[in-house]
């Protein structure tokens, strides 16, 4: 299943009364984050080479440990709908070529009883609101009481 993309406005007001500054930026978004089978590729960002899907980058989220658990989705907030999990009903594919590594890709089982992707051990994530593909505009940000970190071919964060 190929993500929807929605475009979706984010307003910034600096300063107050007359002469404050308005910015609005227009960024895509993703909607949803099942695939049949994903397949996880490298590519360069700003970076460095980084996990991901369909171009856009995928994150690991430092509040889920060390284990395969996903804290997220059991989350009483949105943290769910802005960071959806990478889910599959097959299993993920490494992208053939250098990088990405078959051996370190898995799944792990969400309460609602879909698998989520894994790498390395560490449940893997997008960001609802992408700015694009490459883009790296979310990595190493703070929310929902951790760190939102890309991906290596190691499976070591980048912040």
């Known amino acids: 299943m ?3 993309k929605r475009l979706v406005a ?3 007001t600096v300063g107050a009364g007359a002469g404050a500054i308005t910015a609005v930026a227009v960024a895509p978004a993703i909607a949803g984050s099942t695939s049949s089978t994903p397949t996880i590729k490298l590519i360069s960002t700003n970076k460095g080479k980084l996990l991901s899907v369909g171009g856009f980058v995928i994150y690991r989220f430092s509040h889920d440990g060390t284990g395969s658990k996903n804290t997220c989705v059991t989350m009483k ?4 709908k802005t960071w959806p999990a990478l889910t599959t009903t097959g ?3 490494a992208n053939t070529g250098p990088g990405v590594k078959k051996s370190l890709l898995g799944t792990t089982k ?3 009883g879909k698998k989520q992707v894994t790498y390395a051990g560490h449940p893997l994530y997008n960001y609802a609101f992408n700015y694009g593909k490459g883009s790296t505009l979310y990595v190493g940000v703070h929310m929902f009481g951790g760190q939102w970190d890309g991906v290596t071919a ?3 964060a980048v912040k």
Do not use: A, Q
């Not at 907030?77 to 769910?80: D, G, K, L, M, P």
């Open 2 to 4: 190929r993500p929807l």
């Open 154 to 156: 190691s499976g070591k």
């Open 77 to 80: 907030n949105s943290c769910r």
């Open 91 to 93: 299993s993920p594919i």
């Open 10 to 12: 984010l307003v910034l």
């Open 110 to 112: 969400l309460p609602s």
